[in-house]
């Protein structure tokens, strides 16, 4: 039956080098695994300065789609069983697929709360920073089913995420994308809805912020349905100076007592992230 990829979940992405004007970058994408109604695609990012020849690894992912019948697009399709060179690839491939698939449902329970105005708020505290945008979809956003595409989805939450974490409000200095942990594209969107894309600051290391950012969508107006979660993320950024070398980041105040779990769980996935680094290293 005819079909329709769509993007649900893209898994943690580290930007490990910057791309910069003129150079060429190199984009490839493989099939990994599939279960009985998902995708995984694993997608590597290489850039070449045309003058020296030098090529160096930019961004590596990993992408979750589901399959969508284009008769009916609530509709999700079988996926067909590709062949796997070793039974191990099929073993570790399934791994990864129970453990998104966990990650993607503690997510989606966790997905109730918002992000209210605050009255005079102190410096670097959570409320000081938290930032939205909203915006309307309109036809240039989505794709020809008539559902934003996930890369616009994502545009809008790094520019909300940059600016909770950038000047005039955490840092005062220069901030860059280090790494986005799992996007989960819960629900589809579609053209003509009014999304409001809201972030707030979790936990700050001694280098590092996490924000959070969520996209909320409010349907047609001559639809039934209420404001609904449609896709949630972490963005960590980092402080640099005009040198380009990172720089102490403020700490976060928190208040609340929601606001002092949040750290936590920041710290949680923070070292956890550290842990697994010094792993590869090693193996490395």
């Known amino acids: 039956e005819p ?47 045309i003058l020296t020849g030098a090529k160096k690894v930019t961004n590596k992912a990993t992408l979750w789609y589901v399959p969508l019948s284009l008769k009916n697009v609530n509709k999700v399709l079988e996926v067909p069983p590709i062949q796997y060179a070793r039974k191990e690839q099929e073993d570790e491939g399934k791994k990864r697929y129970e453990e998104q698939k966990l990650d993607r449902l503690e997510t989606k329970q966790r997905n109730g709360d918002g992000i209210f105005p605050v ?14 945008l909203i915006h309307l979809v309109g036809p240039s956003d989505c794709t020809l089913l008539g559902f934003v595409h996930g890369g616009v989805t994502m545009k809008l939450m790094d520019e909300v995420a940059g600016i909770v974490a950038g000047p005039p409000r955490h840092c005062k200095t220069n901030i860059v994308t280090a790494s986005v942990d799992a996007i989960n594209f819960h629900e589809k969107i579609k053209k003509g809805s009014v999304i409001t894309i809201s972030g707030r600051m979790t936990f700050t290391s001694n280098k590092s912020m996490e924000i959070e950012v969520f996209v909320d969508a ?67």
Do not use: W
Not at 32 to 44: G, K, L
Not at 260 to 267: A, L, Q
């Open 3 to 49: 079909c329709v990829a769509a993007l649900a979940r893209v898994e943690r992405t580290d930007f490990l080098s910057p791309v910069c004007i003129g150079e060429v970058a190199n984009v490839s994408a493989e099939i990994t695994y599939t279960s009985r109604r998902s995708v995984e695609v694993q997608v590597n990012v290489m850039s070449e300065n």
């Open 119 to 132: 009255i005079n708020p102190e410096p670097h505290t959570v409320g000081y920073s938290q930032s939205s």
């Open 218 to 284: 409010d349907p047609f107006v001559d639809e039934p349905r209420e404001r609904y979660r449609a896709v949630s993320a972490f963005f960590t950024y980092v402080s640099l100076s005009k040198e380009g070398k990172p720089l102490p980041v403020p700490q976060l105040l928190t208040e609340t007592e929601d606001e002092k779990r949040r750290f936590e769980e920041g710290k949680g996935r923070y070292l956890q992230t550290k842990a697994k680094r010094q792993a590869q290293m090693q193996q490395a």
